[in-house]
């Protein structure tokens, strides 16, 4: 218990560096020395190529050629969200590894809580010999579970949970050439461990390298590669370094070199990329996928080329300042995809993978079908923070703007639904319903302290208004500064025919502290303050 602890809470005393490190460029590499199909494209791409929230990446070659992206979300399900790419730039959401995080109450928000637990820092890779997707992951740092997959779509199965104690932290995996599946993981002491031949189970572990070997106090963030014969392991010190490990054997031992140091990140205010993953372009040239920590958005990916030495090192290519370029030559032809802002008007009978529940929902307390959502009253709390089936979406870009179309006519006394701007420092647009009587309402400042995460504020209303639309349906916008260097604003208004907004209130200042780790979401929520049996119907969302 001592261990899992402490690695906790040096990944949270580490994480801060990301905002106070001072970047240094690193040493220069000719842009010329990059293979000649990078440089000799005409097309460039933009950084970040996702302008949202997905951290932690382990990105890889499917079967099919194409490009797969795992990611954590921590507390929100389901888990381990997938995005696809055919050409490394251009990346879409197509599912979850985890199907939902049931591993224990606290994930149902019935016994306790669980925010910030969930999936983080997992891995996912294909294996050719048996045609399975394989995603593995340490939850609460004592118990790693493994899911498998025929289509990386899913379905998802459960297929194996490592005994207690046995914690694959930031882990990454490699299929050998022999079809032998090794996992590396750890922080500050790494290990490899090697797999059963159904890879299900564990058939040994040896600890290969510790921070102290480079004279850190911490590494963490692990993947393992193999190229030409030789094994890799891609880690980082929190903050600032990405470290590359090279050795003859999985076993060790290990020599490294540093493939990045503070550097200066692409979006103005970011946090220096220093963890995520490498990955090899069908061209024959290879990428390091990051990303930058850019509070109210979250940590959003950022792509660079990264060459080979003669030294058998990969060495990163900078921008002419020394930094992570802003812009970089397209990897490869590009491939089109669904645009990320768009509207959802629910026509299916089941959500997009681009939905979320803030911890599991209640599954018999929504409904989705014939053109809408209806979210029943699964709670009775005066905490939006344990009240469930807050349903989520990432916002996107610099300035998001998410608008809520919603049938409320069936909302009971006591109840309270709404549009936030959701984090641990959490302001909604809303309506209150006490008796008869209908109350529109801006609410600022629901707080989460940032050890236990418990609640120390369910908020202040701020500004209210009684214009009610009669039919009981009515529009309620959150637009939002998100750059991490902008005002952080998020401003909130209504509409009671989804033409013309009115402004409620004055805008609230978003948090940008990095403990929560997640970053902002629009959070669709609807609660009971007295009883059960109260309902809204969620119309329309538009992401914009």
């Given at each position: ?38 440089q000799g494209r005409a097309d ?74 969930g999936t983080w820092a997992s ?301 641990d420092r959490t302001a909604y ?116």
């Amino acid at each position: 218990m001592k261990m899992r602890w402490t690695i906790s809470l040096y990944g949270l005393l580490r994480a801060n560096l990301v905002w106070s490190m001072v970047a240094s460029p690193p040493e220069q590499v000719d842009a010329n020395s990059v293979s000649h199909s990078v440089q000799g494209r005409a097309d460039s791409f933009q950084n970040p190529v996702v302008y949202e929230d997905f951290a932690d990446n382990d990105v890889s070659v499917g079967p099919d050629g194409l490009y797969y992206f795992s990611a954590s979300n921590m507390h929100y399900s389901p888990g381990a969200p997938i995005l696809r790419s055919g050409d490394l730039i251009n990346w879409e959401l197509i599912g979850h590894s985890v199907p939902s995080l049931d591993f224990g109450e606290k994930y149902n928000l019935t016994n306790g809580h669980a925010y910030r637990g969930g999936t983080w820092a997992s891995t996912m890779r294909f294996r050719e010999s048996n045609g399975l997707w394989y995603w593995i992951g340490c939850v609460d740092f004592w118990y790693t579970y493994i899911y498998t997959a025929k289509d990386v779509a899913g379905p998802w199965t459960r297929s194996a949970v490592l005994p207690g104690g046995t914690c694959y932290y930031d882990c990454g995996l490699l299929i050998d050439d022999d079809d032998t599946m090794y996992v590396v993981y750890g922080a500050t002491d790494v290990s490899v461990a090697q797999l059963s031949d159904d890879g299900l189970s564990q058939v040994k572990t040896q600890h290969i390298f510790s921070a102290s070997d480079v004279g850190k106090d911490g590494i963490e963030g692990n993947r393992m590669y193999k190229k030409d014969g030789l094994y890799y392991i891609l880690d980082d010190h929190p903050g600032d370094i990405t470290y590359i490990w090279k050795s003859e054997s999985p076993w060790g031992p290990y020599e490294s070199k540093i493939l990045v140091d503070a550097v200066q990140s692409p979006v103005p205010n970011g946090g220096a990329p220093h963890q995520g993953s490498i990955v090899q372009a069908s061209t024959g040239d290879w990428y390091y996928m990051s990303f930058t920590w850019a509070y109210p958005n979250g940590r959003i990916p950022v792509l660079a080329p990264i060459g080979w030495g003669d030294d058998d090192f990969p060495y990163f290519v900078p921008d002419n300042a020394g930094g992570w370029g802003s812009s970089y030559a397209a990897p490869l032809p590009v491939k089109t995809v669904q645009d990320w802002t768009r509207t959802d008007t629910f026509d299916g009978d089941t959500l997009g993978p681009d939905w979320e529940w803030n911890h599991v929902p209640d599954e018999s307390k929504y409904k989705v079908g014939n053109g809408g959502v209806t979210l029943s009253t699964a709670t009775v709390t005066s905490d939006l923070y344990a009240a469930r089936n807050t349903l989520t979406h990432r916002i996107h870009g610099e300035f998001p703007v998410g608008t809520l179309q919603v049938d409320f006519s069936d909302m009971a006394d006591g109840d309270r639904f709404g549009l936030a701007a959701f984090r641990d420092r959490t302001a909604y647009i809303g309506i209150h319903r006490d008796g008869t009587k209908y109350t529109l309402a801006l609410v600022h400042g629901i707080t989460q302290e940032e050890s236990a995460w418990n609640t120390t504020s369910s908020g202040t209303i701020v500004a209210t208004t009684t214009e009610i639309p009669a039919d009981k349906t009515i529009w309620f916008r959150a637009s939002l500064d998100a750059r991490a260097s902008g005002s952080y604003a998020a401003n909130f208004s209504y509409s009671t025919d989804g033409q013309e907004f009115t402004e409620l209130g004055t805008p609230y200042t978003m948090w940008t502290n990095w403990a929560y780790f997640m970053g902002y979401r629009f959070g669709i929520f609807n609660y009971a303050t007295k009883a059960l049996g109260g309902s809204i119907r969620v119309l329309a969302f538009t992401s914009a």
